[in-house]
């Protein structure tokens, strides 16, 4: 009986067998014939890697060939976090060589997926490093990362680029469709080791479009190293400038300190990447005076010689409003001329009733204030004038002389431009060429004549001369016109005035204008406030470097 059932049992064991080796046959019959199609494609895309190239980004050129933006070769380093079995040994051994946190890089070492970014932009070196140390899961791939090889030197206007090479601010986002090339494509077969064996398709990248600035770099770092040292002597917030060609509107120079370093992401502060002289506005003071005298000689309301009895003091609106000049002085009758030399408070105000306020708001819209200047430079702010029907008491006696009213350094530059060019209102920019298509800014729209235009400059050249605000502005061996101005500056917290800018925008040589320089240091704190004693020296150490620079000849 045992026998028998022994061999019962055999031949259930034999049935069931022959039964699993029968649906094996069948099943890899199925997946040999119906499947196999379906399967060879899920192996073929298992083992189908498509990589998009990074395209190289387009180099920044200053006027002088040096190069103000460019990429550099860097490397993205990733992990599979799934594979890596000591996260923390791992990241100890990272972080100093990547310059991140262990922790940090611990926390995303410890997750379970395949994909895991830890560091962007290693320097290749750095790259090696890592890559020497053998960790399964690490991966490396080449990049670019955007340098800067002036470190802080025109750093607010150059801007900044994103993760992904994009332009995010100033220049780099003006620019960025044309600094933006087209990025590559390569698919290739990886064996069960992840190498690489075949190549099924491969297209290079194509580089961005380098564009040249009409920037100077060499006149760009001495404008900020001047700006750094009056910013320390007056104890100032921040200090700004334009160097521009008065003809056509080119900007060799643009300005802002305190400066920061692009080149280290870590530490970057927002409020130091503001490029001021387009996107801050601020009260001009006495530079603003120009307007003023250029609308009452225009219109016809004076001449130069024009004679204006000046007391010390006027008392307006019943005593809420005591007008004076910025230094003591007794009463006395000043020439039109005079009272532009003399930045007389009280004499362009009375000009300001000869020309009247309509006429006026008409004159500093000419002129291009309220409204941005069309700089090609991305977040231009157009300042603030204040609408006519809203110049309550006050607004005729404020305005002309450069208070309750807001401009961007840009604007106040083009309109001594103006001056300077024979009366052309020019369009201020910042681009020489694209690739081999240079620029085309326009030639600029006329907003007074020649003869007013003259008559102005011959006042601004006297601001300069020892008897005028301007003395400290003088260039040895030039011919200097410009205007001082020093305006209260109101704090936002009290809506008092309580601090002051000071400024100075001046041009060289006189008789035939290639350069202008404009200069504001924004709250002094230490010694004098004015701008003649503050401004006019940094625009005279400016203007003589880039002078001796560009070779210009008295």
């Known amino acids: 009986m045992a026998a028998a059932g022994g061999a019962r049992r055999v031949r259930a064991l034999a049935a069931v067998a022959v039964l699993v080796f029968g649906l094996l046959a069948m099943r890899a019959t199925f997946l040999g014939t119906v499947r196999a199609g379906d399967l060879s494609e899920r192996g073929e895309a298992h083992s189908r890697h498509d990589t998009q190239l990074l395209a190289k980004r387009g180099s920044i050129?200053?006027?002088?060939?040096?190069?103000?933006?460019?990429?550099?070769?860097?490397?993205?380093?990733?992990?599979?976090?799934?594979?890596?079995?000591?996260?923390?040994?791992?990241?100890?051994?990272?972080?100093?060589?990547?310059?991140?946190?262990?922790?940090?890089?611990?926390?995303?070492l410890s997750g379970r997926g395949q994909?895991?970014?830890?560091?962007?932009?290693?320097?290749?070196?750095?790259?090696?490093?890592a890559r020497a140390l053998g960790i399964p899961g690490l991966y490396f791939t080449?990049?670019?990362?955007?340098?800067?090889?002036?470190?802080?030197?025109?750093?607010?206007?150059?801007?900044?680029?994103?993760?992904?090479?994009?332009?995010?601010t100033g220049m780099e986002l003006q620019l960025d469709d044309a600094l933006t090339g087209s990025p590559g494509r390569r698919v290739e077969v990886h064996d069960l080791f992840g190498r690489p064996i075949q190549v099924l398709a491969n297209r290079e990248p194509t580089p961005g479009t380098d564009v040249h600035l009409t920037v100077d770099s060499r006149i760009q770092g001495q404008v900020e190293g001047v700006l750094a040292q009056a910013r320390e002597t007056y104890g100032a917030a921040s200090a700004m400038a334009v160097v521009m060609r008065p003809d056509d509107g080119a900007i060799l120079a643009m300005a802002t300190v305190p400066r920061f370093n692009p080149n280290r992401r870590a530490a970057l502060n927002p409020q130091l990447e503001r490029n001021r002289p387009v996107i801050d506005s601020f009260e001009p003071g006495s530079t603003f005076k120009i307007v003023t005298m250029t609308a009452a000689l225009e219109d016809g309301k004076v001449t130069p010689a024009s004679s204006f009895f000046l007391p010390a003091t006027v008392s307006?609106?019943?005593?809420?409003?005591?007008?004076?000049?910025?230094?003591?002085?007794?009463?006395?009758?000043?020439?039109?001329?005079?009272?532009?030399?003399?930045?007389?408070n009280i004499g362009v105000y009375k000009i300001a009733l000869e020309v009247g306020k309509q006429r006026l708001l008409a004159w500093i819209e000419r002129f291009g204030f309220g409204a941005p200047t069309g700089i090609d430079y991305p977040g231009e702010v157009g300042g603030f004038v204040l609408p006519g029907d809203e110049w309550y008491g006050s607004g005729i006696t404020n305005v002309p002389i450069g208070q309750g009213v807001s401009v961007t350094l840009t604007q106040l530059a083009r309109a001594y431009a103006a001056i300077a060019n024979g009366g052309r209102l020019v369009e201020p920019h910042l681009v020489e060429r694209v690739g081999e298509?240079?620029?085309?800014?326009?030639?600029?729209?006329?907003?007074?004549?020649?003869?007013?235009?003259g008559q102005v400059d011959a006042m601004l050249r006297k601001v300069v001369s020892t008897d005028g605000t301007g003395t400290l502005a003088q260039v040895k061996g030039f011919k200097v016109a410009g205007k001082t101005g020093t305006a209260e500056k109101i704090d936002p917290e009290t809506g008092q005035y309580a601090s002051y800018t000071s400024?100075?925008?001046g041009y060289v040589p006189a008789d035939d204008p290639k350069l202008l320089v404009a200069v504001v240091v924004d709250e002094p704190t230490k010694g004098a406030y004015y701008g003649g004693d503050v401004a006019a020296p940094a625009f005279e150490d400016i203007t003589e470097f880039s002078l001796q620079t560009l070779r210009i000849a008295p």
């Open 61 to 108: 050129v200053a006027a002088n060939g040096a190069d103000l933006a460019t990429d550099q070769l860097a490397v993205n380093v990733t992990a599979s976090p799934n594979l890596i079995t000591d996260p923390r040994g791992v990241a100890a051994e990272l972080g100093p060589i990547l310059e991140r946190d262990p922790n940090t890089l611990a926390n995303v």
């Open 115 to 129: 994909y895991a970014m830890l560091a962007r932009n290693v320097a290749p070196a750095a790259a090696d490093r």
């Open 142 to 168: 080449d990049t670019y990362q955007r340098f800067l090889p002036g470190g802080p030197r025109g750093a607010q206007l150059i801007g900044l680029t994103g993760d992904e090479h994009q332009g995010l």
């Open 316 to 344: 307006l609106y019943d005593g809420e409003v005591t007008l004076r000049d910025s230094h003591e002085r007794p009463d006395q009758t000043l020439t039109a001329s005079q009272i532009l030399e003399q930045s007389s």
């Open 437 to 453: 298509r240079p620029a085309a800014p326009g030639a600029g729209r006329r907003i007074m004549s020649a003869k007013t235009a």
């Open 503 to 505: 400024s100075f925008v």
